[in-house]
């Protein structure tokens, strides 16, 4: 590293080493904003509208079907509260896992499930505190038996089982423990499972200990894929945080020999973004050039013969294999769309209907192996997320489970604005509310909440929190600003936004902010603005930039000391490529005018900001919000609060419901009392 992030001394360095002075201090700071936000004015009426939201039949976090089974991972209120299901039928529900009350206090929690092709086995992960260590258990998918099997240090919930229910493969790491932050996610492999084996016996089949020519380097990830007879083992390998993938297949039988290499089916040049395995074929998304994005199905024989099938000037983000058919998923801005791709028919192509004002969430898509049907997961700006089936060969989707049916509302309408970035450059700005009056009149946005993220180029689309829901009950309005960096127009709108370029995520921020106010925005009431992880770079940005845009603000697990990342996270080292490298005077610079750390000025009025950090994150280290929060603190001039609020837990996960319906009512309790005038809830 050529510069850090200040020009001299940094003197609040020592926040980086997480020793007893630092906890205290932390643990002082915590104290003192739960107290402050728990004696606003609105928290108490917020709390209790938060708790009526949650405290409602919450759907399921993930669903698969086998045949007429349905299995479900589901979270109620209550600590112990997360459990797996089975349905069969008209028969009550059978608790196939539960978290007991043991588990509960040390914050395990279930990660994923996955059910074997047969139906008849079921393999959960779970993870203690946060920790994105997961470990697998299987069992009986009927009894809930736990087979004895295990295996450790799961990455990323990504397993495939093998046909006859003989084993499975999975994405592997080293285990975190003595093990410098930075060695996290070095060195994964793709590891083998046999059922009945102890974990010790899995077998590397991709990585440093595996037999053969290497296929991946140590910042690299390894997603296993199965075809649907077995016969053939797919994998696809992303560099760090590289949208492209580099494509990989081996015959199964040849897993464990050491004569058999495997062949390379596309470069992480040839901008592939997502793989499926078919029985003798391949199926990838690729952008094509000239602004398109297709799918492409390859032959495992010797010619490896390439036929377009469907081709989008709309990006493809994900597909699914069912039977003959592909589903892909197609962007349009922030709506995620299903589009069915019939193999054998020359690649005739339809668009699934969707229930008005709704939007796919491809990472939750399954299909069922046996009958074809697929289970999808339908998300809203406003309502929770709904589990549908879409029974094989047909268009239109039913409701799963008869209660995550979702509830037809127009009361907030959505619509799409643009801002102008300085370049000319057209942001897309979803806005939700505020809410109609029964006669159809809309009133002003006058409270209003703006989000952003801008990285990793993904795509942001609807998704219900109930802290936003309460927000717009308020009479606020909700704006996602869909700045470059995420993927939201492709991957030029990536491209735009990383690397050299990633500045423009952040200038695409204030420009979006700035442009609201200019429209009436935030008039008489105020702007407040959120985000978190990534999306800490273009917040602190915002921050240290144009204080004076902004009536409060909130940052939940930010990148805020960007310099200082490098070495110091599980993910630090995979940010060259997106943030850019300050391995050189130039790439100091830039990497330097991202940091908002760096870029606070000593005694200009900044709002008020409430700073959130799990005590476990191994993605963005908490000191990087303590850090902020004191350097804040001392520098601002206006005499408003700068609130550090630890939670247990890690990044993605390891709080309980009980700490998320506290953070929530306490961010909409933040954000109401920064603004100008005090809003009530409209009548429910």
């Given amino acids: 590293m050529v510069d850090d992030a200040t020009d001299g001394p940094d003197p609040f360095v020592s926040f980086e080493a997480a020793g007893p002075e630092m906890s205290h201090w932390e643990r002082e700071q915590t104290r003192k904003a739960i107290d402050f936000l728990h004696r606003l004015p609105h928290f108490e009426e917020v709390s209790a509208r938060v708790r009526l939201h949650r405290n409602a039949a919450q759907p399921p976090r993930q669903m698969e079907v086998r045949g007429q089974v349905v299995f479900s991972l589901e979270e109620a209120i209550a600590p112990s509260g997360m459990s797996i299901l089975r349905r069969e039928g008209a028969l009550s529900p059978f608790v196939l896992f539960r978290i007991g009350e043991e588990d509960a206090a040390r914050r395990m929690q279930i990660d994923f499930m996955a059910v074997s092709d047969s139906g008849r086995l079921i393999a959960v992960g779970t993870s203690d505190a946060g920790s994105e260590e997961t470990t697998v258990r299987v069992l009986d998918a009927r009894t809930g038996e736990d087979r004895g099997d295990r295996s450790y240090d799961v990455r990323l919930g990504h397993l495939v089982w093998l046909p006859h229910d003989a084993g499975y493969l999975y994405m592997r790491g080293r285990g975190r423990k003595g093990v410098a932050p930075e060695d ?21 089949v991709v990585g440093s200990r595996a037999r053969g020519k290497r296929i991946h380097a140590a910042y690299e990830y390894p997603y296993p894929a199965l075809s649907p007879d077995g016969r053939e083992v797919v994998v696809s390998v992303r560099h760090a945080l590289d949208p492209d993938l580099a494509v990989f297949w081996k015959k199964r039988d040849a897993l464990l020999e050491g004569t058999s290499e495997w062949e390379r089916l596309y470069e992480a040049g040839d901008q592939v973004n997502a793989v499926a395995a078919g029985n003798g074929r391949v199926f990838v998304l690729r952008r094509m050039g000239d602004g398109q994005h297709g799918l492409e199905e390859v032959t495992l024989d ?7 099938l469907y081709c989008s000037e709309r990006p493809l983000e994900d597909l699914i294999l069912a039977g003959d ?3 892909v998923v197609e962007t349009e801005i922030a709506t995620k769309h299903l589009v069915a791709v019939d193999i054998d028919a020359g690649g005739r192509a339809s668009r699934v209907s969707l229930p008005a004002g709704t939007s796919v969430w491809p990472e939750s898509v399954r299909a069922d192996p046996s009958t074809h049907d697929l289970v999808v997961d339908l998300r809203a700006w406003t309502e929770p997320r709904s589990w549908w089936r879409l029974r ?8 799963l489970v008869e209660r995550t049916r979702m509830r037809a509302t127009d009361v907030y309408p959505v619509r799409l604005l643009e801002a102008i970035a300085r370049d000319g450059e057209r942001i897309p700005l979803t806005v939700v509310g505020p809410a109609q009056s029964a006669e159809g009149a809309q009133a002003k946005p006058k409270f209003v909440w703006v989000a952003a993220y801008g990285c990793y180029g993904m795509v942001i689309g609807p998704n219900f929190t109930v802290a936003r829901r309460v927000f717009l009950e308020y009479g606020g309005t909700y704006v996602f600003a ?5 993927g939201e127009k492709g991957r030029g709108w990536h491209e735009q936004g990383r690397g050299k370029n990633k500045i423009k995520t952040l200038e695409d921020l204030v420009d979006s902010v700035a442009f609201l106010r200019s429209a009436g925005f935030g008039e008489g009431g105020g702007i407040f603005v959120s985000g ?3 999306g800490g770079i273009p917040l602190g940005g915002l921050l240290a930039r144009e204080p004076a845009l902004v009536d409060a603000m909130y940052i939940d697990a930010g990148i805020l000391n960007v310099t200082r990342m490098k070495g110091q996270s599980a993910i630090g080292a995979l940010h060259d490529d997106e943030y850019g490298s300050g391995d050189t005077p130039e790439g100091a610079r830039r990497l330097r005018a991202l940091d908002a750390y760096a870029n606070i000025g000593d005694g200009r009025p900044y709002p008020p900001v409430l700073l959130r950090a799990g005590l476990n994150d191994v993605r963005v280290p908490r000191w990087q919000s303590s850090k902020f929060a004191a350097r804040l603190a001392q520098a601002t001039g206006s005499g408003h609060p700068v609130l550090l609020r630890l939670t ?3 990044h993605l996960s390891g709080t309980t419901p009980e700490e998320e ?11 109401l009392s920064h603004l100008a005038a005090q809003p009530s809830p409209r009548a429910q």
């Fill in 482 to 486: 869909h700045v470059r960096g995420g």
């Fill in 325 to 327: 058919r592909v589903y």
């Fill in 302 to 308: 010797a010619r490896h013969t390439r036929r377009l």
């Fill in 184 to 204: 996290h996610i070095r060195d994964l492999s793709t590891a083998l499972h046999r059922l009945g084996e102890a974990a010790e016996q899995d077998i590397e």
């Fill in 661 to 671: 319906a506290e953070i929530e009512a306490e961010i909409v309790s933040f954000a």
């Fill in 532 to 534: 978190g992880s990534a």
């Fill in 648 to 650: 247990g837990g890690g």
């Fill in 392 to 399: 094989a060969r047909e268009e239109h989707m039913q409701p």
